[in-house]
């Protein structure tokens, strides 16, 4: 910022040195006529090492469509919904199988850990399982005796029957069928007892199983699944009899953002073992002036622009919605203007600072725009530098007709034409090279050095 006021004073006294002429010798030549002046003129010199020396580049006269807009400063953040913790449902050790900032997708191994609690799920699990196959053994038992009793009390009536034809009676068998036909009904009361037993021990392994899948992670029907024995060859076992560590894996895309614990180490349950991030769930908040409310409720379209950036196009920026926060602050009288970008790019990262773009009004239709860095201010009036397109190594001051802006582009409303180019960078130089002492000169040239000379 400090070499523009040196770079002034340079010029000036370049120019001043140059433009001292010597006066003509009345002793020696008295009929000298005295040196005319050349007619003032706009335009400068600028050949091609004087452009390299002073960083001056070009930028084409483009037929677009300028919108004016209101420009809020802000930055890019997560999402709420872009951060995923694992922890541990179980206390034991912990091994990381990832380090941090690497990319995991759905099913990536993040850690595993050992559990001195897992052994005693499985001893549940085992015993709901053991439970069921004696509640079934019983039923089949309880269902044996009420057939066998069922049997029985049919056999002792047809031999009543057949006695009873016979003319002959047996005291003896008819109480016998009276006690089969009175146990029946006990009989049937413990089939039913021995299926509650069923239902509940059932209940029991279904409760364990349920347990163990939320503390591993592993579903149900993959803890169930028979998988070959280690201890009998051609024997299977479910899948939870052989699990020893206990391997989480990543539910969602993202990054690992941190890990909380160091590997190896025995941690209690309930623990943020490590947290990942989506960078591509992001939004961006932006802080507006309360005074500017009325201006974005009509809004026809948001943007969200880079800040100038010599890496960076002067074109980049995305589409973004836009929603204003729900409260104001009061102190501040500031509102938070949320937007979310609807396409991604290599620029847009959390906590990159940004600006968002609210359209309020624009141009009818395609105009002859340039670059808004293009115009500067010299006194009242703003002026540009076009090429002149008969010599590429001149430059022509030309005042700004200028039409609606948006801050990055402005409409001309006069002074250029398809295919002109204008300056771009080095605007500034060449209007404090022909401006002195708040009046712009008329005219001019460069040297190789950069310093400027008016016309003499």
Avoid at 198 to 218: D, F, W, Y
Avoid at 231 to 245: F, H, M, N, R, S
Avoid at 334 to 357: K, M, N, Y
Wanted: charged content about 25%; some cysteine.
């Amino acid at each position: 910022m400090h070499r523009y006021p040196f770079l002034s004073l340079a010029f000036l006294a370049l120019g001043a040195a140059c433009g001292q002429v010597a006066a003509p010798d009345s002793e020696s030549d008295p009929a000298a006529p005295a040196e005319e002046n050349p007619a003032p003129t706009n335009r400068v010199d600028v050949p091609a090492n004087v452009r390299r020396n002073l960083g001056i580049t070009f930028a084409p006269v483009e037929v677009r469509h300028v919108a004016q807009t209101v420009r809020v400063p802000g930055a890019f953040e997560l999402q709420p919904l872009a951060r995923h913790e694992y922890r541990t449902a179980l206390s034991g050790r912990v091994q990381l199988l990832v380090d941090q900032y690497d990319a995991v997708e759905p099913g990536t191994p993040l850690f595993r850990f050992q559990s001195p609690a897992w052994p005693e799920l499985l001893h549940e699990i085992v015993e709901g399982a053991q439970e069921i196959d004696t509640a079934r053994a019983e039923i089949k038992v309880k269902r044996a005796r009420l057939e066998e009793a069922r049997i029985r009390l049919t056999i002792a009536r047809d031999r009543i029957e057949a006695l009873a034809q016979a003319d002959f009676k047996k005291a003896d068998l008819e109480s016998q069928a009276a006690e089969l036909e009175a146990s029946l009904a006990r009989l049937e009361a413990e089939v039913e007892l021995a299926e509650i037993g069923l239902v509940n021990a059932q209940r029991t392994k279904n409760h364990a199983l349920h347990r163990a899948a939320i503390a591993s992670g592993i579903s149900e029907k993959e803890l169930m699944e028979p998988v070959p024995s280690e201890d009998a060859e051609g024997e299977t076992v479910p899948k939870y009899l052989t699990i020893d560590w206990i391997e989480l894996n990543a539910a969602e895309t993202g990054i690992v953002e941190a890990l909380h614990v160091t590997d190896g180490a025995f941690i209690e349950s309930n623990v943020t073992v490590l947290s990942t991030v989506n960078p591509d769930q992001l939004r961006f908040r932006a802080l507006a002036l309360q005074a500017d409310l009325p201006k974005f409720q009509g809004a026809r379209s948001t943007r969200i622009v880079p800040p100038p950036n010599p890496g960076i196009p002067i074109e980049a920026g995305v589409a973004a919605s836009m929603g204003i926060g729900l409260e104001a602050n009061p102190e501040t009288r500031t509102v938070d203007l949320i937007a979310t970008p609807e396409a991604a790019a290599d620029w847009i990262r959390p906590g990159v600072s940004a600006f968002l773009e609210v359209t309020i009004a624009s141009s009818e239709g395609p105009a002859f725009a340039i670059p808004r860095s293009s115009v500067v201010q010299d006194g009242l009036d703003h002026v540009f530098f076009r090429r002149d397109p008969k010599d590429p190594n001149q430059v022509i001051r030309v005042e700004a007709d200028m039409g609606v802006s948006d801050g990055r582009w402005v409409v001309l409303n006069s002074g250029v034409m398809r295919g002109d180019e204008v300056v771009l960078e080095g605007a500034y130089e060449l209007k404090l090279a022909t401006e002195q002492s708040g009046t712009s000169q008329k005219g001019g040239h460069f040297h190789a050095d950069g310093s400027f000379h008016d016309e003499h």
